[in-house]
């Protein structure tokens, strides 16, 4: 049985009624860590507001991971459920998008990893992570597994929680819609100026959030409004 077959066997036989949010996100982070081959941790990031958090996580590095992004703001399981983006770090010794934390992050032992946006209702409302002591953990495949895992999570989420049924989940919606169309509008201004591809213009924008401790959607806005970069 190949990689895509036994993944799609092991989430279909996820119960998703009758059980809560914590309990049905940590079975599937579970599936998500064993279906790859390289990663040794894997977490799920849920975004409500502008606010991310770990939802559930398996293996004590991916919590570790998520929480020196966290403190910061940024990082790519951040800016993954952000902007509705795959990123991945092949070497986090490396890695310039985000250097602050990818030092540290090596520090701790994480060599590479890789952040798949979970999709709802066409905008991110978080991110299925996965992490790895060793460099260029990851490949190809592991993309398109992990995307297939991402699309259950974003439906246990909706399920489990009834999203969009208050008012409460609506507004979080709604900053998220907001926050992905600015990004993208900024993505555009830079491919525009500078006629750079659509990855090297959200590189761009990460950069500058890291390096002016500025968060990525405050970033995009500044550029959008006033056509120009903080501390450009």
Known sequence: MSNLSKLHEDLAGV?????????????????????????????????????????????????????????????????????????????????????????????????SSLSVPLPFQSVAIGALNT?????????????????????????????AEATIRTSDELAHLRIAMRSRAVIEQAKGVLIERYKISDERAFAVLTRTSQQSNVKLREVADQLVRTGSLPGV
Not at 31 to 54: D, Q, V, Y
Not at 87 to 108: C, F, G, K, V
Not at 131 to 159: C, I, K, M, R, S
């Open 15 to 111: 119960v998703l009624l009758d059980r809560g949010l914590d309990e049905v996100l940590t079975e599937i982070t579970g599936i998500a860590r064993r279906a790859l081959p390289g990663p040794e941790a894997a977490s799920i990031t849920l975004i409500r507001g502008e606010k991310a958090f770990t939802a559930a996580y398996d293996g004590q590095m991916a919590l570790d991971a998520d929480e020196l992004q966290y403190k910061r703001g940024y990082g790519p399981c951040v800016d993954a459920g952000l902007a509705g983006q795959v990123l991945r770090i092949d070497d986090m010794a490396t890695e310039e998008r985000w250097p602050d934390y990818s030092r540290e992050a090596a520090a701790h032992g994480i060599g």
């Open 131 to 159: 992490y790895a002591g060793l460099p260029h953990a990851f490949t190809e495949e592991d993309q398109v597994l992990a995307e297939e895992v991402a699309t259950w999570v974003a439906l246990a989420v909706g399920n």
